[in-house]
């Protein structure tokens, strides 16, 4: 079996480049709150809809980390100055 070539797909591409620029902070979290987004409505489908009631809590404990997520990166995007969603 031969698994297809590694390539980002063009909004991947974009979203790289962008980061190349002076501010890449304020870009990065950005990225970041677009990504967790788009994570989250999968999550959120599967809780409301899913078939498999094995399945909907763990989908319902990924929505809610991503909201949790996007809690703190809102917060940051708001308030530069905040690092703590950067700590370790």
């Known amino acids: 079996m031969t698994l297809?070539?590694?390539r980002l797909l063009p909004r991947e591409e974009r979203r790289l480049?962008?980061?190349g620029t002076p501010s890449f902070d304020s870009q990065y979290v950005r990225q970041m709150v677009l990504s967790h987004e788009q994570s989250l409505?999968?999550?959120a489908a599967f809780v409301a809809r899913g078939s498999s009631?094995?399945?909907r809590p763990v989908a319902a404990n990924g929505e809610r980390v991503e909201r949790g997520?996007?809690?703190e990166l809102r917060a940051h995007r708001r308030c530069p100055a905040?690092?703590?969603i950067?700590?370790?």
């Open 4 to 6: 297809p070539a590694a």
């Open 17 to 19: 480049a962008a980061l």
């Open 41 to 43: 409505a999968p999550h």
């Open 53 to 55: 009631p094995t399945l």
């Open 69 to 71: 997520h996007l809690t």
């Open 82 to 84: 905040r690092r703590s």
């Open 86 to 88: 950067f700590k370790a």
